[in-house]
């Protein structure tokens, strides 16, 4: 028979070692090692800076501007005719004088004939009109002693008939002959009277003629089409065989000695730019045609500005060799403006939008900056840095070179250190 006080201790013991278990467990919850809370830090930003150090400079403004001609002529008939030759093509250089098309004289010389031919009718017409006057005038005198003579025959007659010694019959003839020779004479006298009125029409005649004349040899010389100027082809129009009308385009020339470069001048480089005008120190660019440098001076802004356009085309004058230079080619130029105190280069990349720059303070911090851009200088690598100028701008501020995305007021920041930093 089995003990009662054995079965008994037996049941209890997993429970025992259970409750045993779960007061180590809990003793050991309550000793653990309790960690102590992170406090957040806040996140600096590692940034880049340049010390302010104001000075005097020249600042540059970059335009892009086309070559243009002063003197560009698209040359036109000035005749009907069929073109004969035509010696030039686009591109082509050519002196003052060239031929650039020939055109069919044929036609313009049978017109000249025919005016000439005019002239000659003209001027014989006024000479026998003067051979007429002096006739005229030489019969007048005849033509009056012929009626007194003749008056005088009746005067005799009318004594002979009043003495019944002449016969009426031959007084009433001399009578007739009497007014007929008066009416030959008055005939006389309206010729000589209307001969300044023919002369007049007969020397307007003869001018009209004149000009037909030149007018056709002017028609003649316009078959033949030369440069207006040296310069260069632009365009052909025409081809030989081809019947042209009065007023068809034929060549297309431009002045090579008399080129300019007209770049739009943004609004806020105007001030500066029509100061310089006004001082009489017109301001100067440069650019690059296939890699050789030209220059240019401004002389004058345009007359007329585009609204749209943001700013004023400059008219820059080209100076220096003009073999290169091809009417409507466009360039980048950079254009020296005066020099201009308290301003201070820094990078690109130190702007933020058009007109903001963040500064570095004593905290650590970025505070914005409103800043005036004055254009760009250029560095001796041909690297580009901005112009800047602020009233709240003195020497050994800190600015911030480097784009940030997220840059606001008050972010904290720390500075790179070392080179190239």
């Known amino acids: 028979m089995k003990n009662p006080i054995k079965k008994g201790w037996q049941s209890w013991f997993p429970l025992l070692v259970l409750a045993v278990v779960v007061l180590v467990a809990a003793l050991l919850i309550a000793t653990r090692p309790r960690p102590e809370p992170l406090a957040p830090k806040e996140r600096a930003w590692l940034v880049a800076v340049e010390t302010v150090a104001l000075g005097r400079l020249a600042p540059h403004a970059t335009l892009y501007g086309r070559l243009e001609s002063r003197w560009s002529s698209r040359l036109t008939a000035g005749v009907a005719a069929d073109v004969l030759e035509v010696p030039v093509i686009e591109g082509d250089p050519v002196a003052r004088g060239d031929l650039l098309v020939k055109l069919d004289p044929r036609e313009s010389e049978l017109r000249l004939a025919q005016r000439e031919a005019e002239v000659r009718d003209a001027q014989a017409r006024l000479t026998a009109e003067a051979t007429r006057f002096e006739t005229d005038q030489k019969s007048l005198k005849r033509e009056r002693r012929l009626l007194q003579l003749m008056q005088a025959e009746v005067n005799r007659l009318k004594d002979l008939v009043r003495k019944q010694v002449g016969a009426q019959s031959a007084l009433d003839n001399a009578r007739q002959a009497v007014e007929r020779q008066a009416v030959a004479v008055a005939a006389r006298e309206q010729s000589l009277a209307d001969h300044p009125s023919r002369q007049a029409q007969l020397e307007a005649a003869l001018q009209k003629a004149n000009a037909a004349r030149d007018q056709a040899r002017l028609e003649l010389e316009r078959c033949t089409v030369t440069a207006p100027f040296d310069g260069r082809i632009a365009k052909v129009e025409v081809a030989p065989g081809r019947r042209t009308r009065v007023g068809d385009a034929l060549v297309t020339v431009y002045d090579t000695g008399h080129m300019l470069l007209r770049a739009l001048i943004p609004d806020n480089y105007l001030g500066r730019v029509r100061e310089a005008l006004d001082a009489g120190a017109p301001l100067q660019v440069i650019g690059r045609i296939d890699g050789a440098e030209v220059r240019g001076r401004l002389y004058r802004l345009a007359g007329e500005v585009d609204p749209k356009s943001g700013g004023v085309s400059g008219l820059f004058e080209v ?103």
Do not use: C, K, W
């Open 319 to 421: 100076a220096g060799d003009r073999s290169l230079l091809q009417q409507g080619r466009f360039l980048r130029l950079d254009m020296a403006l005066p020099p201009q105190d308290g301003v201070v280069s820094v990078p690109h990349e130190a702007v933020y939008g058009s007109d903001r720059i963040y500064i570095v303070d004593a905290d650590s911090r970025m505070r914005p900056l409103r800043v005036e851009r004055l254009g760009e200088v250029r560095g001796d690598g041909g690297e580009t840095r901005l112009l800047i100028r602020s009233p709240d701008l003195h020497d050994g501020m800190r600015i911030v070179t480097t784009q940030l995305p997220n840059a606001v007021d008050g972010l904290l920041v720390r500075i790179a250190e070392g080179p190239g930093a």
